[in-house]
């Protein structure tokens, strides 16, 4: 059985900065690509950041780009997203997912965390 477990969500002002992390159980990690999206309220989820099996190729919305970090250590089976500079658009819901191929859309993600809620304070 497959599951995602994220944590390291909370409330933050903006600004400042919070590390998710997601440990992965029941699949063989280094072959999934790993992704955190997000939903905010009243919105449809959308594609954060994500990193490839081997961890050389990882990939932002533009809306992170030079504030979000993704990462991964295959040896713990846990995926990372360091948020810094965080504004209050950046609030929701954060989910961590694998896919087994490369993710086109975010449907190509095949397993998913129950995520964890983000608050940014202006």
């Known amino acids: 059985q497959v599951q995602l477990v994220e944590s390291g969500g909370g409330l933050v002002q903006a600004g400042g900065s919070l590390r998710l992390s997601c440990a992965a159980s029941g699949l063989t990690f280094s072959s999934y690509f790993m992704g955190w999206l997000r939903q905010a309220p009243g919105k449809e989820r959308e594609f954060v950041a994500a990193?490839?099996?081997?961890?050389?190729?990882?990939y932002y919305a533009d809306s992170v780009k030079g504030r979000f970090t993704i990462s991964r250590d295959n040896a713990k089976n846990t995926v990372y997203l360091q948020m810094n500079s965080l504004k209050p658009e950046d609030t929701a819901v954060y989910y961590c997912a694998a896919a087994s191929r490369v993710p086109r859309t975010i449907k190509d993600y095949a397993y998913w965390g129950q995520g964890t809620q983000v608050t940014v304070s202006s």
């Open positions: 990193v490839s099996w081997n961890i050389g190729m990882t």
